[in-house]
């Protein structure tokens, strides 16, 4: 048994090949476009998240002394019970 996307693309590939209106032809190019579109702006966001590096934005990061400085003054300033 062949594949039913494979199927259905066969049809569709018939189809298109014996279409003669030029409207059609114009709606199923806008259609291609879109996704085409759709598939461009997905791999631009790949490349983002790329640029967007973990260890970049680590490094960019508060040191460890001012970290431990701020949490301890953090707790300090709690509304603890006593």
Do not use: C, S
């Not at 791999?43 to 970290?67: L, N, S």
Request: no cysteine; glycine share 2%; aromatic share 8%.
């Amino acid at each position: 048994m062949e594949n039913p996307i494979h199927e259905a693309k066969k049809e569709l590939i018939q189809w298109i090949k014996e279409m003669n209106d030029l409207e059609d032809l114009a709606e199923l190019l806008e259609i291609k476009n879109k996704r085409t579109a759709v598939d461009k702006v997905a791999e631009h966001q790949a490349e983002y998240a790329v640029k967007d590096d973990f260890d970049e934005r680590f490094a960019k990061g508060i040191p460890h002394d001012e970290m431990r400085r701020r949490t301890r003054e953090f707790i300090k300033n709690l509304p603890w019970k006593k």
